[in-house]
């Protein structure tokens, strides 16, 4: 007890230092809950216990490791960010589009500058639930993505550009077995589809059902790390689900995949 009186007893706490405490916590809670069941889990916690070991030498007055540990958290931050470039923007763009800081920053740009969002008409929205469909019933594989305000820039670059109307013939040609585009993940905007045999991040969630292929997991990565919204068609079952913010939605019927679609682009 005499030993944390010396330590902390000449430390004054006000209630500044108590809502600071309480924010730093804070930010730690969610930074957990964003990358729990991943790898980045690890790395954090490695950075945490590195923090509290520099915390603890310094209250004792270890200069020589006090001096180490500067050292090497000044030298492993540098390196984290070199050699996790591809996961920091990945984390970046998922907290963006998990708080809507991302979209609602976008709402207010295109509100400034007159811009009108070129939302997809009902016609697309029947293209694409009947194209789903006749591949469903033909066990063909898909994989449709639909951003919203994120950009999904990065992710075209992958795969080939389109830029065609949408239409239900050109989807099932595209994602036809023999086709040289039909693997990978095709990128749908407003009422064009941009981009075919797109590579899409794998999610490193742990707690998928064994029987979700890779498309499903590329489905939830994607849904995870930005605000894109992915309609998967199993070639192994020919089910056909709907997946949001890393959620999967297994459809029933036709009609359900349409008012999810028509619901998440409206």
């Not at 490791?65 to 000044?74: A, E, P, Q, V």
């Not at 809507?100 to 207010?108: K, L």
Request: hydrophobic share 50%.
């Amino acid at each position: 007890m005499r030993l944390l009186v010396n330590l902390f007893g000449f430390l004054p706490l006000s209630m500044v230092d108590i809502l600071d405490i309480l924010m730093v916590g804070l930010i730690i809670y969610f930074l957990i809950r964003l990358i729990r069941n991943s790898s980045a889990m690890n790395i954090f916690l490695a950075l945490i216990f590195l923090l509290l070991v520099q915390a603890v030498v310094s209250a004792f007055g270890m200069k020589m490791m006090s001096s180490i540990m500067n050292t090497l958290l000044d030298v492993g931050v540098l390196a984290l960010i070199v050699i996790f470039q591809p996961e920091i923007r990945h984390f970046l763009n998922r907290i963006g589009s998990q708080t809507g800081i991302t979209r609602r920053t976008s709402d207010i740009f295109n509100r400034l500058l007159g811009i009108k969002d070129d939302k997809m008409g009902n016609a697309a929205v029947q293209e694409i639930t009947e194209a789903c469909r006749s591949m469903s019933e033909q066990y063909t594989g898909a994989l449709i993505v639909f951003p919203h305000k994120t950009s999904l820039d990065y992710i075209v670059e992958t795969g080939d550009r389109i830029d065609a109307d949408i239409n239900r013939r050109l989807i099932m040609n595209l994602f036809f077995k023999n086709s040289p585009l039909h693997d990978g993940a095709m990128i749908i905007g407003g009422n064009r589809i941009i981009a075919a045999r797109c590579t899409l991040p794998i999610t490193q969630r742990t707690d998928i059902p064994p029987q979700m292929g890779m498309r499903h997991k590329a489905a939830i990565g994607i849904s995870e790390e930005t605000d894109a919204d992915v309609i998967v068609v199993s070639e192994e079952t020919g089910g056909i689900s709907f997946v949001s913010g890393g959620k999967v939605t297994h459809i029933n019927n036709i009609n359900e995949l349409k008012l999810l679609l028509g619901g998440s682009l409206s």
